[in-house]
């Protein structure tokens, strides 16, 4: 693998950087290479695609790397053993014939079955073979044995998609690790091998639809739409291709006037509908698997149907039309709220916000219109409740939206492996239909008759050297395709998987980073803001403590800290009401005190500084000791880390440990100001006598 | 006049807003035309110079615009009576006696003298003469009967300066009327005609020395001092000359480094002064008055002499060599003290860091250096003690430091009239050489052999059609010119012939307009930081409340509020020891909590929100009453304002109440978030039992 951007980044660069997972490393113990190179030396494949060319060049790539043979390609089965790469449909044309069932396998599954001598790859469609090549090459990362296999795989979600929020200056809104790869100039950039490689990485772990541009749509990214780009879209879009990924682009609601010449954007105005199905014939030209539009509208100040008194059905129905005759689909955002709420304002909750707006409208949606929802009614918190938007419309097309991008918990700075926070998510009991119907069960598509559904997530990579900053934030991007591919993986499984295919085998090193990962989250949280509170962080940026930095703004984002307690009351019973939002027994259990579970207590519930925890412990207690243990947690981790000198590469080594060290001044920060803040505010010592200034 | 900025502005315009106080309006009342017009229709000028011809030029524009008759210029004294033009020189020469004394005047103090039917205006140099000419007509504006006149007058400081803080970009630092009028896209603007127009109202008010760069002198800027920009400099120097001002820049103390390409700036290094030497000899061929230079080194992140171990006289005194032969002077400014305090450390006090770094220099600096002191020893708050550092070196010279640009004080959407804030520094006895000494007796230069001293301030003018913004801050440039040419005048003198020179005499409008000032430094305290405690507002920007804003942050500006109380513990006993700086009986009088002025309290001790004032109220009661009480009064000022309307013209009025409203939002949101604040950490409810959040 060659690295691309040497120039762009002019940082000390590394192979072992921006090779991410797909490390391919060489195998020395003899016995093992011997038997890999013996099932491995050929490659069989009996059909010709992009995709399945994607595939040989992989495990070629791969095999070469690792056992430093150059793997022969055939193209039939004849006296040669090997991997055969196969479609169901061709392994029927060429008579070949397997013990395995593929009747209940969607169109992305695939088989990887031992047989007559050969591995076999096979794919329901050729996209099945690429997923079964990556499986394949994950398995030898793993040292797994390759003896007897029996494989059958396929998605648990249908739409598993990446959203780009990358700017055509080349900036990335909430982007923390360089700048975009797709964009520098205002153009779309000319390093196409680069994005290969990042398509690489996305089929790797099942993504398969990316959008490229970000959803707030200013000026010239509005013109993406257009025959002034498109040609370039359509480079990008068929490199995706190639690796089974579908692009989507997003765009800006009022394009029929930006780039139309429209006096208007109404979503039932002729002329505007006929602006769109105009778009998309052209846009279809260019790609006819074009995925479809993301849309943020009436939200931020972003344009949208409110303007012309339409709802966001109407708005979203107008480029559903437009875009059915080619099979693409709108992917409409739900972030919808108020975003210049009076902080006197109690009654207001933005909670309530995104399930207020949607839920009336279920159903008036076309069949063709995702409404995508984030996992969390406020903002990507490091702690708060799950939407019950989702779950609540049975008759709307749904897709969870989680954020890979570090935002709100550290922004690739500070550690924090994000999966065990979307199992949560995903494990969430809706009780929509009753006991056990969960959150991956509804984006699964397995509860409602729904014709999409999925998962999206913000992208956290950039043109770093090694695309996330800091290069333990990998595992975000690697675990949250794994894990939508099939949420019933466990977090320490795929952290498991993400370490030995990046920094090897050494169990010293699996130990000690699995550990790191597996604490982070909980170590994040201790240091910042506790018990489902959110925010408390510096505006604009996000980075970093400031208690009382959202607490008078316009966001509906407060804590209503006083000298007696905090929290914000969402009860029925005496607050704006948000938990009857949730289907029962859920509701009930967030509207009681007694039943509301600790780490979501201030999120629903306003409290004295002295309400006695489940632990025991006073929330005050909880909060001091929870910072002062964050930061040696953070004192820890850069310990354990230290150890792991010279078992990896110098130049991870030294990022992850120069992130570790700006972790700890953050953590510091945080637990010095927050524990003053609160101290000030409530008179209550720490009962362990610790320094608070 | 006309208006020069039309185009650049996009603005609706008015030659009124434009011309500030020097309108010259048309006198209506024939009687009194019928007088004027007989005093002033021939100019004689007894002497030639620029300045002379600068003066015939106003007078010539005033007389015309008022009498609708363009005055005769004579260059001798004939049959024809008028006003005559001379300095004491030249009157000598002419043989003309008249009865006067000028033995006592400084070369800038001027007679103006009613004798032989003719008005003379006569000035120990030409600039007396035409700061003669100006006060001619500033009488003649306030409807001031034009017989037996018998002025004799010269000011009281010597330097009357102003700092532009104007960025070569076109950008100002703390400017909140519109970008520079010096400079644009990092080159001195060809609009020459502003300038002049600029360096009229500066005369008009005696200001007789500026600066044109921001003091912070990043790269372009560094080079104004070389060939590349000099021609152009000496343009603008040409015209401010004229007008009796010198002109000075800004220097970047690594100046040695960046364009003379030394290895080092090291004061004491032989070819760093040769470097400045160098320097200084260029400007002089391009701009033989020149002024000197202002520093800011080794102060918030700029370079200074720190960098190579020596100490600021050392830093100074390289300048100040290489200007000698010249006669030009360096302004070192004492803002210095730690930008990156820990918060968490109160022993640290930034109030104590100029007295503590230069106090122990005094006499080191060479006698063409002066160090430019802040009034306070914090930064330009609505209300804080006077720097200690006033009057504290006897043996080296000062210059004291006003900020005209309303940083703190509401930027010029809101209302505050500084004049009566000045006016309190003045008198405020530092007790440096007994009782009396007061600091305008300092900056005179009565109290040390000072060989320079006077007063500096940033400037609040930018290329707005009315130059300041709010059309109401122009009373701050006029008043500032005015009080520090005589520190005696009173602020509300000052008002008086402000309102008349610029909304003419109708008593309504000169009652009004007159009260709306002189309450608003007081209002704008009231909804803003109480009780000389300073900050909580927006970090960067500084408009607008936020409580906490600065209160965890590196800038060594805090409030230490907790659910007891708040306050700066400035105290020998048990504080910073910050009160030692002062004089006695002043330090004693702040060490005491019982003599401290409750205007001042909180800057030096820490209280209880049960603290009793010297009203009676408590600290919190305070607090919310003025909060309340603020809100009121800005509702007030509309209520006034309104009742104008049809009294002053449209564009003036409109942009006074634009900007009046603009101030309710804001004394709102200070007095709803300040009050929720200080109600939720105290939980002391108002006694009236108002509205808090």
Chains 1, 2 share one sequence.
């Not at 739409?225 to 995706?240: Q, R, S």
């Not at 130990?511 to 982070?520: D, P, R």
Request: glycine letters at 6%; one cysteine or more.
């Amino acid at each position: 693998m060659t690295i691309e951007n040497k120039l762009n980044t002019q940082k000390i660069t590394s192979e072992e950087s921006y090779a991410c997972w797909l490390q391919y490393r060489k195998i020395t113990d003899p016995t093992l290479v011997e038997k890999l190179t013996s099932s491995l030396s050929n490659l069989i494949v009996l059909d010709q695609s992009e995709r399945l060319t994607a595939a040989i060049d992989e495990l070629t790539t791969a095999i070469q790397s690792m056992l430093e043979v150059k793997p022969v390609t055939l193209t039939e089965l004849g006296e040669e053993n090997g991997v055969v790469l196969a479609t169901e449909e061709s392994l029927k044309l060429n008579n070949i014939e397997l013990e395995y069932d593929v009747s209940e396998l969607t169109v992305e599954g695939y088989v990887i079955k031992s047989a007559h001598n050969n591995i076999y790859l096979i794919g329901k469609t050729d996209k099945g073979v690429l997923y079964a090549a990556f499986h394949l090459l994950r398995l030898v990362q793993g040292n797994e044995p390759l003896t007897n296999l029996n494989i059958i795989e396929q998605p648990k979600n249908r739409l598993r998609m990446i959203n780009q929020w990358d700017n055509m200056d080349g900036s990335i809104e909430r982007g923390y690790a360089g700048k975009s790869i797709f964009f520098e100039e205002n153009k779309i950039t000319s390093n196409l091998a680069r994005i290969k490689d990042y398509a690489r990485l996305l089929s790797s772990v099942g993504i398969n639809s990316v959008s490229i541009n970000n959803v707030n749509v200013f000026e010239v990214p509005t013109r993406l739409i257009t025959e002034e780009f498109l040609p370039e879209v359509k480079n990008v879009a068929d490199i995706f291709r190639s690796y089974g990924i579908t692009t989507f682009l997003s765009i800006n609601y009022a394009s029929p006037i930006q780039i139309g010449h429209l006096h208007t954007a109404d979503p039932l105005a002729p002329e505007v509908q006929e602006f769109w199905k105009d778009v998309a014939n052209e846009i279809y030209k260019y790609v006819p698997d074009f995925g479809g539009f993301i849309v943020k509208a009436d939200s931020e100040h972003r344009p949208g149907p409110f303007t012309y008194d339409r709802d966001h059905a109407e708005g979203a129905n107008v480029l559903a039309k437009a875009l059915k005759p080619h099979g693409g689909i709108v992917i409409w955002r739900c972030f919808v709220y108020n975003c210049l709420q009076d902080w006197r304002d109690r009654t207001t909750d933005r909670a309530r916000a995104a399930y207020d707006n949607f839920k009336p409208l279920d159903g008036k949606f076309l069949d063709n219109v995702i409404l995508q929802v984030k996992n969390g009614p406020m903002d990507f918190q490091v702690r708060e409740a799950v939407s019950p938007l989702l779950g609540a419309m049975p008759n709307t097309n749904q897709v969870l939206e989680f954020q890979v991008t570090q935002e709100y918990t550290g922004q690739q700075k500070d550690l924090c492996y994000l999966v065990p926070l979307w199992k949560e998510v995903f494990d969430f009991d809706t009780h929509a239909r009753g006991e056990g119907t969960t959150i991956k069960k509804i984006t699964e598509g397995s509860v409602f008759d729904y014709s999409h559904s999925g998962v999206a997530a913000v992208s956290n990579i950039g043109n770093d050297e090694n695309w996330t900053g800091n290069t333990l934030a990998q595992a975000n991007f690697y675990g949250y395709g794994r894990l939508i591919w099939n949420p019933d993986l466990s977090a320490e499984e795929i952290a498991l998987e993400w370490i030995e295919a990046t920094f090897g085998n050494d169990p010293k090193v699996v130990e000690t980073v699995s550990k790191m990962l597996l604490q982070s989250w909980e170590i994040y949280e201790n240091y910042t803001t506790p018990l489902g509170i959110g925010w408390m962080v510096n505006p604009n940026h996000h980075y970093g403590v400031n208690v009382d930095g959202y607490e008078y703004s316009v966001w509906g984002t407060y804590h209503f800290a006083d000298l007696n307690g905090l929290g914000v009351d969402r009860t029925v019973a005496t607050g704006t009401g948000y938990t009857n939002q949730y289907f029962s027994p859920n509701s009930e259990m967030y509207e009681s005190l007694e039943t509301c579970p600790d780490d979501l207590l201030l999120f629903f519930h306003h409290v004295p500084y002295t309400h006695q925890l489940k632990t025991g412990k006073t929330v005050i207690q909880h909060f001091y000791n929870t910072h002062f243990e964050g930061v040696e947690q953070v004192e820890g981790l850069i310990e354990s880390w230290i150890k792991l000198e010279g078992k990896i590469d110098k130049i991870r080594f030294a990022n992850v440990l120069e992130r570790l060290q700006l972790q700890l001044i953050n953590a510091k920060e945080w637990r010095d100001q927050f524990n003053t803040y609160f101290f000030r505010k409530s008179g209550i010592a720490d009962e362990k006598n610790r320094k608070i200034y």
